[in-house]
């Protein structure tokens, strides 16, 4: 125990949150208590309280570290290729990988953040986690211009409405398809990476020059 406490702070906050983030995915966040995550996490409730002060708090992290996550996986897609469709591809990928591997952070990022830091009432995970969503933003606005710019896609495209359009449908495809895959394969044939690639296509159609289709 002696050489637990002599941990470094950042470390104890580590484990506090790991023990949470797997709490929260079984149970949800509602469902699970502080005392819940003292336990899970092996430390006292009152200890717990000197890491964090209460259980929005480390939500706050979580969302944060899982909006970290989306950003890594937006930017990588975006390196690989110069080709707008490509691109494009790799971006679903990306997010279908992610939800994946993260399926708790994936519901979070889609989730109503604050963006009102007018006030002191706030976290400063909220912050940074709005300004990292306004940095993938940032990211896929770069990426549509430059399909405009190559005649690829619709040059009429108001470009902040599409960037939420385009989130709206990728992310709902894909919470769709891991909801309803055993629906969608009894009732379309379909598997569910066959559902996902037709939900794609669609959206990209809508986005791109129509001549490209004819």
């Excluded at 996490?41 to 570290?65: P, Q």
């Excluded at 691109?87 to 992610?98: A, E, K, T």
Aim: charged share 30%; proline share 2%; aromatic share 12%.
């Amino acid at each position: 125990m002696g050489r637990r406490k002599k941990e470094p702070r950042s470390v104890h906050r580590e484990n506090i949150v790991s023990a949470a983030s797997v709490l929260f995915m079984e149970r949800g966040i509602a469902a699970t208590s502080m005392d819940d995550i003292a336990k899970a996490a092996g430390y006292s409730k009152a200890t717990l309280y000197v890491y964090f002060e209460n259980k929005e708090e480390i939500v706050g992290i979580l969302v944060l570290n899982s909006m970290k996550k989306l950003y890594d996986y937006i930017s990588s897609a975006l390196i690989q290729h110069k080709n707008t469709k490509a691109r494009y591809d790799f971006i679903c990928r990306g997010l279908v990988q992610y939800h994946e591997e993260f399926p708790f952070y994936f519901k979070m990022v889609l989730d109503k953040i604050n963006i009102d830091f007018e006030s002191k009432a706030y976290l400063p995970e909220e912050k940074e986690t709005y300004h990292i969503g306004e940095e993938i933003n940032e990211k896929i606005k770069i990426f549509l211009l430059s399909g405009i710019k190559k005649g690829d896609l619709r040059g009429d495209l108001e470009i902040m409405p599409a960037i939420f359009n385009f989130w709206g449908m990728i992310s709902g495809i894909i919470q769709l398809a891991a909801n309803k895959e055993e629906y969608i394969k009894k009732s379309m044939g379909l598997s569910k990476e066959k559902f996902l690639e037709y939900g794609f296509s669609l959206v990209y159609h809508s986005i791109a020059r129509s001549d490209d289709y004819e």
